[in-house]
């Protein structure tokens, strides 16, 4: 039995009146009194069609919050329900309620992994009350596979926006296929499915101290499915709608999605090093979605966030990259905006090389990571160019050319990964 001094007495208590359970579905939250609501009507809608005889839990496991979202959440009823032409559940629905005075989102996951080990739940979902168009249908898309088709890891696919996302569609998406071997494109999501047999392993590692972990769980436990070869599948959600207050700055972002990519590496190398080629995963619906909305965005202003951070860490730069990497990104800050070019190879190699740098500490790992935002925005801008008048499906073929050149470099990586570079003063 997994180790549950986390765990308080009371949740304890609430989990033993529960008993054993068929279906879990977890909601961390933080201030969601707007949104838990309606949260709570679309997983009861969709217990009471797709699940009406299964044992069912909703755990809210909240963060602090000062404006009565648990409370809402214990009073929350789906009006839906009621009004269903006769459709009646054979089972007990359950609610269970746990409460920090700060939660982490590795705190947070912890408490629901803990909850579908002890309660030997056999399909978990994660849902976030952030996303303001959650539906019923989503809890069902994320489930089934778990509980019906013997999936272990269900990763979602949305319909995305032309400039949303960037952060996985160039950089998360294409390294993890190439490094890791599947071709998962969402390992960033706050939507996710999972067994009860992941959620256990997952539990057992003795990583959840580790501040990747703490920051991004779900992008962890998609990543530790993929490399320990758990059977994995995509399923098509549709359009994702965020409230302004779930967004994190672009910062923030980076440093934490890079982050647990490397120290993802580090933990798994030897079961990536070996690997070649990626695989595709069963995708339940459309493997990708573009919407043709055009978002205004100050593409300028990015090139001179670029530009003028370049400049500024060009002396650490130098201590990352390999020369001719440096070479050709300085090269790409001293060009015309209008034709500044931040090709896909440039890029491969670019995070390749701090991907080894990062193994081989040539310096603090918090510093190194932060400055690789600005090389990021580089990239963000020569996307932004190039993609001001393509099509979905030119937008498409270019993110599966970015993927390929990932493969294509990747003993360059192991090579650089196995041999420490000089590091030049």
Same mark, same amino acid.
């Given at each position: 039995?997994?180790?549950?001094?986390?765990?308080?007495?009371?949740?304890?208590?609430q989990?033993?009146?529960?008993?054993?359970v068929?279906i !879990?579905?977890?909601?961390?939250s933080?201030?969601?009194?707007?949104?838990? %609501?309606h949260? $709570?009507?679309?997983?009861?809608e969709?217990?009471?069609?797709?699940?009406?005889?299964?044992? $069912?839990?909703?755990?809210?496991v909240? %963060? *602090?919050?000062?404006?009565?979202?648990?409370?809402?959440?214990?009073k929350?009823?789906?009006?839906?329900?009621?009004?269903?032409r006769? !459709?009646?559940?054979?089972?007990?629905?359950?609610?269970?309620?746990?409460? +920090?005075?700060?939660?982490?989102?590795?705190?947070?996951?912890?408490?629901?992994v803990?909850?579908?080990?002890?309660?030997?739940?056999?399909?978990?979902?994660? $849902?976030?009350?952030? /996303?303001s168009?959650?539906?019923?249908?989503?809890?069902g898309?994320?489930?089934?596979?778990? &509980?019906?088709?013997?999936f272990?890891?269900?990763a979602?696919?949305? =319909?995305?926006?032309? &400039?949303?996302?960037?952060? @996985?569609?160039?950089?998360?998406y294409?390294?993890?296929?190439?490094?890791?071997?599947?071709?998962?494109?969402?390992?960033?999501? #706050?939507?996710?499915?999972?067994?009860?047999?992941?959620?256990s392993?997952?539990?057992?590692?003795?990583?959840?101290h580790?501040? /990747? @972990?703490?920051?991004?769980?779900?992008?962890?436990?998609a990543?530790?499915?993929?490399?320990?070869?758990?059977?994995?599948?995509q399923s &098509?959600?549709?359009?994702?709608?965020r409230?302004p207050?779930?967004? =994190?700055d672009?910062?923030?972002a980076?440093?934490?999605?890079?982050? /647990?990519?490397?120290?993802?590496?580090?933990?798994?190398?030897? @079961?990536?090093?070996?690997?070649? *080629?990626?695989?595709?995963?069963?995708?339940?619906?459309?493997?990708?979605?573009?919407?043709?909305?055009?978002?205004? @965005?100050?593409?300028?202003?990015?090139?001179?966030?670029?530009?003028?951070?370049v400049?500024?860490?060009?002396?650490? !730069?130098? #201590?990352?990259?390999?020369?001719?990497?440096?070479?050709?990104?300085?090269?790409?800050?001293?060009?015309?905006?209008?034709?500044?070019?931040?090709?896909?190879?440039?890029?491969t190699?670019?995070?390749?090389?701090?991907?080894?740098?990062?193994?081989? /500490?040539?310096?603090?790992?918090?510093?190194?990571?932060?400055?690789?935002?600005?090389l990021?925005?580089?990239? $963000?801008?020569? +996307?932004?160019?190039?993609?001001?008048?393509?099509?979905? *499906?030119?937008?498409?073929?270019?993110?599966?050319?970015?993927?390929?050149?990932?493969?294509?470099?990747?003993? +360059?990586?192991v090579?650089?990964?196995?041999?420490?570079?000089?590091?030049?003063?």
């Amino acid at each position: 039995m997994p180790e549950e001094s986390f765990l308080t007495d009371d949740l304890l208590r609430q989990f033993m009146s529960v008993g054993e359970v068929d279906i !879990l579905v977890g909601i961390p939250s933080h201030n969601h009194a707007e949104t838990i %609501g309606h949260t $709570v009507e679309e997983i009861e809608e969709s217990f009471q069609h797709e699940f009406p005889r299964e044992r $069912v839990v909703i755990i809210n496991v909240d %963060g *602090g919050s000062q404006d009565g979202t648990s409370e809402i959440f214990l009073k929350a009823s789906s009006h839906k329900n009621s009004n269903s032409r006769g !459709l009646t559940s054979l089972r007990t629905e359950h609610r269970v309620v746990t409460r +920090y005075d700060t939660a982490s989102p590795g705190m947070a996951f912890k408490t629901l992994v803990a909850a579908a080990d002890l309660l030997r739940a056999k399909a978990c979902a994660v $849902v976030s009350p952030g /996303t303001s168009n959650l539906s019923a249908e989503w809890i069902g898309k994320l489930l089934r596979p778990a &509980y019906l088709q013997n999936f272990d890891f269900v990763a979602p696919l949305y =319909t995305r926006q032309r &400039y949303d996302g960037l952060l @996985v569609r160039i950089l998360l998406y294409p390294m993890t296929r190439a490094i890791f071997g599947r071709r998962i494109r969402e390992l960033h999501s #706050t939507e996710l499915g999972f067994s009860g047999r992941l959620a256990s392993m997952c539990l057992s590692q003795d990583v959840w101290h580790e501040r /990747t @972990v703490q920051e991004l769980p779900e992008t962890w436990m998609a990543i530790t499915a993929i490399a320990s070869d758990f059977p994995c599948c995509q399923s &098509y959600l549709g359009p994702k709608l965020r409230s302004p207050a779930s967004r =994190t700055d672009i910062v923030t972002a980076v440093r934490q999605v890079l982050g /647990t990519l490397f120290w993802c590496m580090e933990s798994y190398q030897p @079961v990536w090093v070996q690997r070649t *080629g990626s695989e595709s995963v069963p995708t339940f619906g459309p493997d990708h979605e573009i919407s043709e909305e055009r978002p205004n @965005v100050n593409r300028e202003r990015i090139f001179e966030l670029f530009r003028s951070g370049v400049a500024e860490l060009s002396p650490i !730069l130098k #201590t990352i990259l390999a020369p001719d990497t440096n070479e050709a990104i300085q090269r790409v800050a001293t060009m015309d905006e209008r034709n500044a070019c931040f090709d896909n190879a440039l890029w491969t190699r670019t995070l390749y090389d701090f991907a080894a740098s990062y193994h081989h /500490t040539t310096l603090n790992r918090d510093h190194l990571i932060q400055s690789f935002v600005p090389l990021y925005r580089g990239k $963000v801008h020569s +996307y932004l160019l190039q993609h001001e008048s393509s099509s979905a *499906g030119e937008i498409e073929a270019d993110s599966e050319n970015l993927c390929l050149e990932f493969e294509r470099q990747k003993p +360059y990586l192991v090579q650089r990964w196995k041999v420490q570079s000089e590091v030049k003063p």
